[in-house]
């Protein structure tokens, strides 16, 4: 059911419901892997990836740092002249770009997405607006802190990654090392300790073994051991190189605004068209017939009385289209008995049989309440005209503090809520208020879609 429910968008049904995910070969084939993650672990692409990252770290990180306290320093420096300003917005400067840098590899390596930072924001054009622009902005001193600490963490995690990983092929393949010593360097194998009159040698099958054992726990875990070390480079290029939690929320409030402001016009142009060609031109009629009416009155009452019949008619379509258009702007039932009262109204016009479950504590805001009936109401639309279902239920229920709806079909299924469907368009107006819309609908159904809404008593 998670289609277009509304005017010509009946796409979504039919299609076929999958997901996308990041699955190997024999996953999409459906055949499990015949060896368990840890021991395929040094071996996956991921694992070296990682790996590759950590090595870069280090050399990537001296020089971000070096350029970062360098002209940093020099700034500083020169803050009691004039130039110490334009220097250390070039610093800052500098340390966006080496951001940018940062944000590619992590891209790359890590497969960690992450948005550039918030633009700077100059009320004018000129040198002296940027350099202001610049060291104002939040993300510049970001990207010079992460040009600082990441320094120490880069030199960390490369020796022990390097370690881990060298010392551990090392002592994995050590019965090839062992045979190559003896053949080619005369030593009687890896020496562990030796001084002028006792030396200790690893050169008996036991010995061969266990070093062989111990490189193979060394060679499972790294692969490990560096994904943990890479955590801590993912949490602080998203935390220091990508945009601040305050400028996310401006730009999702930005977004939200546009979408309730073309809804709002978008539903007044609908409401303008509705009365154009409906009630409006009913009712231009009705007075054009009552005028021949009344012109006929006295000439052939019969006729009056005929045409004053049909007008009366004409009255009636009218007024249940004023009706119908009031209830579609805001119902009066959910206004004076709330949403049980309105959701059971919309469903008794719905094509299948729906089950109605309302259990509120209390009724919510009414600008919640208005969003929840019309989720509802397109959810049941989609029903009747794409779902080709027998049955429906609605649930309506509150968790804690947000307000949850619930409409379930035993229809075909396929529905999708990507772009262009009307699901697509719901989705956006419940997120211009923090909503979510979760749409469940394998091909062949049934289809549940899940909406939530803030609480706002």
């Known amino acids: 059911m998670a289609t277009e ?3 010509g968008h009946g796409q979504g049904y039919g299609q076929g419901y999958g997901s996308q995910g990041a699955f190997d070969l024999d996953e999409r084939r459906g055949r499990p892997h015949r060896l368990p993650t840890v021991l395929r672990a040094p071996l996956e692409a991921r694992s070296w990836r990682e790996f590759g990252y950590v090595l870069l770290s280090l050399p990537i990180s001296i020089l971000l740092f070096t350029y970062a306290v360098t002209m940093v320093s020099l700034g500083a420096g020169l803050l009691i002249t004039f130039l110490g300003v334009p220097v250390l917005a070039g ?6 770009g080496f951001g940018a840098l940062e944000r590619a590899r992590a891209r790359r390596l890590l497969d960690l997405d992450v948005a550039a930072p918030e633009p700077l924001r100059m009320k004018k054009n000129g040198p002296m607006a940027w350099m202001g622009a610049v060291l104002k902005s939040g993300a510049s001193w970001r990207h010079l802190l992460y040009a600082i600490l990441h320094f120490p963490w880069a030199v960390f995690s490369f020796v ?3 370690n881990f990983w060298a010392y551990g092929w090392a002592l994995l393949t050590y019965p090839l090392w062992f045979w190559l010593f003896p053949m080619y360097g005369g030593q009687g194998g890896l020496q562990l300790y030796g001084d002028g009159q006792h030396q200790i ?3 008996n099958p036991f010995e061969i073994t266990v070093t062989a054992l111990v490189g193979l726990l060394f060679t499972l875990a790294t692969p490990w051991i560096v994904r943990a070390l890479t955590m801590v480079d993912r949490v602080m290029v998203h ?9 996310t929320r401006v730009v999702e409030l930005e977004s939200d605004r546009g979408v309730v402001v073309d809804t709002a016009a978008a539903d007044l142009r609908r409401i303008e068209r509705d009365l154009h060609d409906g009630a409006q031109a009913r009712l231009v009629a009705l007075a054009m017939d009552l005028g021949l009416a009344k012109e006929k009155l006295t000439e052939d009452p019969q006729a009056a009385a005929r045409m004053v019949g049909e007008a009366h008619g004409e009255v009636k379509t009218a007024l249940q289209e004023l009706r119908d258009l009031a209830r579609g702007i805001h119902p009066a039932v959910l206004t004076d008995r709330g949403l049980d009262a309105a959701l059971s109204s919309i469903a008794s016009r719905c094509t299948v049989p729906v089950q109605v479950d309302v259990d509120l504590p ?3 805001a009414a600008a919640i309440e208005g969003i929840a009936y019309f989720t509802v109401s397109e959810l049941l639309q989609n029903i009747s005209k794409h779902a080709k279902a027998t049955w429906a239920a609605v649930d309506v229920w509150r968790v804690e503090n947000r307000l949850m709806l619930q409409v379930v079909d035993n229809g075909v299924g396929g529905a999708d809520a990507s772009g262009g ?5 719901l989705a956006g107006r419940l997120d211009a208020v923090d909503g979510i819309l979760v749409v469940d609908s394998p091909a062949g159904g049934p289809t549940r879609i899940t909406a939530e809404l803030p609480w706002r008593g």
């Open 5 to 7: 429910y509304g005017q």
């Open 91 to 96: 610093a800052l400067a500098g340390c966006r």
């Open 160 to 162: 022990v990654a390097l």
């Open 201 to 203: 040698y690893l050169d």
């Open 239 to 247: 935390g220091l190189l990508g945009p601040s939690t305050l400028a």
């Open 362 to 364: 209390a009724r919510p």
């Open 421 to 425: 469907s009307g699901l697509a368009g």
